[in-house]
């Protein structure tokens, strides 16, 4: 191994995911994903459940990750660990670990903002027959949509980044899922609307789109429309959501979609930016990256989308981030503490 190798053990655990990942200079070498079954009964993520599983998911996770890295524990130059934005307890096991393993090795920590890691989860390299995919340049714009944020980012290097548009509610992820509920679908109900809208008709129904200052989101009175919109039909027909699911589940996708491209084109317009990535769990929804595609034919874009793996919360995205941030010499010591609010 040559010595400009720089290895990073990366650590995720900002909601029910454990995730563990080594990453070699920018290549990834494993990455490790424990889920949590035990939430779907209650149709959400329960915080106690979630860090208690955590508790249990680290060591097992750590252990695969690099042992499918085929690397010792002593090549690992540094950690780096989720600390915020999420849920408190889980962050708080994934903190911990991360302190004693730098203590134990006698390595750096490096602190990263899961929402930087959504974003820089496009600077890992993904071999491609040719060679290496292309990669953004700065500046580009980023469009982060997952269950807890829905952000549009200005991205001017690894380590700068403002956001320039957020929700003032809801978040996208959010949209998805509580009316995935209403629509009797179980959770995570995201992945289900998308899968029920691609055999729908789009155009069926029309949904709320609030309107709002500059970049910013609301999806909260999408939410309500769609509730009152069940509420008026079933009293018509009970069985009319069974008979209806596709075509509501295509509209409702096509609504939070048109919601989320008419501010991405907007700020792409004022920043005068055409280089343009999605990133985020919910940018793994075909409809949102069918319409990426689409708009960057449209308006001459460079779009950039990630591999599935690398949308979801993974520790692959935190493994890059936080080369970055110790190839910029930013550390953190024993006594920081997890931060369930953390902006970017």
Known sequence: ??????????????????????????????????????????????????????????????????????????????????????????????????????????????????????????????????????????????????????????????LDMEVVGTTKDDAAGEAFDKTAKLLGLPYPGGPLIDKHAQLGNQEAYQFTKPEMADFNYSFSGLKTNVLQFLQRETKKDKDFVVHNLNDICASLQKTIIDILFDKLIKATKHFNINEVAIAGGVSANSGIRKRLTEEGEKHNWKTYIPKFEYCTDNAAMIAITGRYHYLNGTFADQSISPMARLKI
């Open 1 to 158: 191994m040559s010595k400009k190798d720089i290895i990073i053990l990366g650590i995720e655990s900002s909601c029910d995911d454990t995730s563990a990942a080594v990453l070699k200079n920018e290549a990834i070498l494993s990455n490790e994903i424990a889920g949590q079954k035990v939430h779907e009964a209650y149709g959400g993520v329960v915080p106690e459940l979630a860090s208690r599983a955590h508790q249990q998911n680290i060591l097992p996770v750590v252990d695969a990750a690099i042992k499918n890295a085929k690397i010792n524990k002593e090549d690992i130059d540094a950690i780096a660990f989720t600390r915020g934005p999420g849920l408190l307890g889980s962050l708080i096991v994934g903190t911990s670990f991360a302190k004693s393993f730098a203590l134990g090795l006698d390595i750096p920590m490096v602190e990263v903002n899961h929402m930087h890691g959504h974003v820089l989860a496009h600077f890992i390299d993904e071999p491609t027959n040719d060679g290496i995919k292309e990669k953004p340049s700065f500046p580009f714009i980023c469009l982060t949509v997952s269950g807890g944020h829905t952000q549009i980012v200005l991205v001017r290097d690894f």
